[in-house]
């Protein structure tokens, strides 16, 4: 069972329909706590990565409340894996994590297959970042959003909006997918964060927000989707 460290954060998300962007937007914006953006919008990019028998998907899907998952993420516009950080997200509850290892050299050459790119990160990993990745060695798929940022006057509470997503399904592909896209409903997912010890402070600020509070994983709605379940 995973040991929940002092520095984990308290995550609560959101969900909203595409057309309610703007208002929440707003809402943010005018909110008492001052939330400003401390930097600009950046497209998030990422391969999640599972076992033969897609342990961190189940996981995921049944809600245990310790769950783990593996994935590649780069930051641009650029579809193709770029230099990034490997990171393993952990969740116990409503509190994440992250163990994180950086690559400093793009994992993917024109024309490789996925075989090349795994190779190049385990390379570029320290022992316990291969360990994660030769246990979660199935890439399933890709994804790509817009995150927008913000945190409050106080800077204890942040949040991030992402919106726009797309899906690159990679099962039982040898090459990366960059070109069949799946179909995914139009959503903006908006999270709350902060530490452990201000959660009455972050309960405040968040009283009142005109969205739904719900359960959401970007990778359970990657693999409905690409499975056309939407």
């Not at 193709?80 to 050459?109: M, S």
């Not at 201000?198 to 709605?221: C, F, L, M, N």
Request: positive net charge.
């Amino acid at each position: 069972m995973n040991t929940v460290p002092e520095t984990s954060r308290t995550e609560v998300k959101f969900i909203a329909g595409a057309a309610q962007f703007h208002m929440l937007l707003t809402w943010l914006r005018v909110h008492p706590a001052g939330f400003v953006s401390p930097f600009p919008d950046r497209r998030v990019n990422n391969i999640y990565f599972d076992t033969y028998d897609w342990t961190a998907f189940a996981e995921n899907l049944s809600g245990v409340s310790s769950r783990t998952k593996v994935r590649y993420r780069w930051y641009g516009d650029s579809v193709y894996p770029d230099a990034g950080t490997l990171e393993v997200k952990k969740k116990r509850n409503c509190h994440g994590w992250k163990l994180q290892f950086k690559i400093g050299a793009p994992p993917y050459g024109p024309g490789a297959g996925w075989q090349e790119i795994i190779q190049s990160l385990l390379e570029q990993l320290p022992p316990e970042g291969r360990r994660w990745l030769k246990d979660n060695p199935v890439p399933v798929i890709m994804n790509r959003y817009m995150r927008k940022y913000l945190v409050s006057g106080n800077a204890k509470v942040r949040v991030t909006i992402d919106s726009g997503m797309c899906v690159w399904e990679q099962r039982f592909k040898p090459y990366p997918n960059f070109i069949h896209r799946a179909n995914m409903p139009d959503l903006s997912v908006v999270e709350f964060k902060f530490s452990r010890g201000d959660y009455e402070a972050a309960s405040q600020v968040i009283q009142g927000i005109p969205i739904r509070q719900g359960r959401h994983s970007k990778y359970v709605t990657g693999v409905r989707a690409v499975a056309g379940l939407y």
